[in-house]
């Protein structure tokens, strides 16, 4: 009948005038400075010609969350059918996670419940500057200004990294979309983890280790997870 199929027609003739069902992002560009964008952009295209031609190694660093409460997601169902999904009995407390991602060679990540603190970001950051010592070459972690990012403790280490071969370069405010790691999070959350309920945090942390393999494979490149000391997440 017409009134079944009219959702499937609508979006087959969407398509075939140019239109997609595609998730609406978030946007901060009404407060990014335009003339700042576009000489960091110039900058991070240098960068990314450097790592393309093996001069340097460059990651992309950013954290993100999941909750056992993942939002439900959309799609297409025939009338009178409709999927629901049962909240487990507790909202339980947030999963974090922060990811060192080298586009086609690797993903690096650390997962911790609550935020992540100065304290697991400084235990990454020395991982990646004790790398790149060993491998004798220079690598450049490009990252947003998080607090965590440029507070004193972490900024006492700046000399000492870039010493060992460690450099940041640090993106324009409100340009996340400058952040390649910023898809790797909505493919993860959107095609792992939406729409499905966890029982406690260890399932929700078994669903994203999961998720992040997965994206690993179809995306041709190596995923390493880092267990943090209990001192290092606190």
């Known amino acids: 009948p017409r009134s079944t199929l009219f959702p499937y027609t609508t979006l087959f003739r969407s398509q075939k005038k140019g239109v997609t069902w595609k998730r609406t992002r978030k946007s901060h560009k009404g407060k990014q400075d335009p003339q700042v964008r576009l000489s960091k952009q110039a900058d991070l295209d240098m960068l990314e010609m450097a790592a393309a031609t093996g001069e340097i190694d460059l990651k992309y660093l950013d954290e993100s969350g999941f909750c056992m409460w993942s939002e439900p997601s959309y799609t297409y169902y025939f009338q009178g059918e409709q999927k629901r999904l049962e909240q487990s009995k507790r909202r339980g407390r947030r999963l974090s996670i922060i990811g060192f991602f ?80 910023e898809l790797e999070w909505q493919h993860l959350k959107k095609n792992e983890i939406s729409g499905r309920m966890f029982d406690d945090e260890l399932d929700l942390a078994y669903a994203v280790i999961d998720g992040v393999e997965t994206r690993g494979e179809r995306g041709n490149y190596s995923t390493k997870r880092v267990k943090f000391n209990s001192k290092a997440s606190r």
């Not at 990454?124 to 790149?132: C, I, L, P, R, T």
């Not at 280490?157 to 340009?175: A, D, H, N, R």
């Open 102 to 181: 080298q586009p086609l060679i690797s993903f690096v990540y650390g997962l911790v419940i609550g935020g992540v603190n100065r304290k697991s970001y400084i235990y990454m950051m020395e991982q990646e500057a004790v790398n790149a010592f060993k491998s004798g070459r220079t690598r450049v972690i490009v990252q947003d200004n998080s607090p965590i990012h440029r507070c004193k403790e972490v900024q006492q280490l700046w000399s000492k990294w870039e010493q060992m071969g460690l450099y940041i370069f640090f993106l324009p405010k409100y340009c996340s979309e400058m952040n390649p790691i």
